[in-house]
Nanobody, 114 residues
């Protein structure tokens, strides 16, 4: 079982990034997908969630209207499109698959700075 995030990096305020989370070793479509983030000195927070079929999404208030979560079950991948990025979005972003068991990725750093 593995979740591997990619797509993080350094971006200027107002810029965009797309994070990907590739899953393997389990029936991905049976699991909800979630993106969390953790900034230095802060608790991990749920950023966005999507159900197994991809028809239902939820967002934290701080990212609503700027971030979009999606998934492609044929590719066993969940995405997080992040637009209009702000310095306060700087954090390590983690993906998780939630279902019969919970699986976590290793995290990818997103830094928003000029």
């Amino acid at each position: 079982v593995q979740l591997v995030e990619s797509g993080g990096g350094l971006v200027q305020p107002g810029g965009s990034l797309r994070l990907s989370c590739a899953a393997s070793g389990f029936t991905f479509s049976s699991y909800a997908g979630r993106w969390y983030r953790q900034a230095p000195g802060k608790e991990r927070e749920l950023v966005a969630a999507i159900n197994g079929a991809g028809g239902t999404t939820n967002y934290a208030g701080s990212v609503k209207g700027r971030f979009t979560i999606s998934r492609d079950n044929a590719k066993n991948t969940v995405y997080l499109q992040m637009n209009s990025l702000k310095p306060e979005d700087t954090a390590v972003y983690y993906c998780a698959a939630v279902g019969t068991h919970d699986y976590w990725g290793q995290g990818t750093q997103v830094t928003v700075s000029s």
